[in-house]
């Protein structure tokens, strides 16, 4: 009996310690998707951004004459 009770603490101290770092890794996860997701938002952004001044520029050229 002693031994099935050593054998479940050393599983639980397993257990807690799998949680701990199954927790920390998914804390750095969750700030590498913030951080992506916030670096895909400033990219997101340049492209509209030189899309449009994109769009500006084709207005200003001249029509292409036949």
């Known amino acids: 009996m002693e031994n099935e009770f050593n054998a479940l603490e050393d599983k639980l101290a397993q257990l807690i310690q799998v949680s701990g770092k199954l927790r920390a890794e998914n804390h750095q996860l969750r700030q590498e998707l913030a951080h992506a997701l916030s670096d895909h938002r400033q990219c997101s952004d ?6 449009t001044r994109l769009e500006k520029l084709l207005i200003t050229l001249p029509e292409k004459q036949s």
């Open 46 to 51: 340049k492209v509209e951004s030189a899309k």
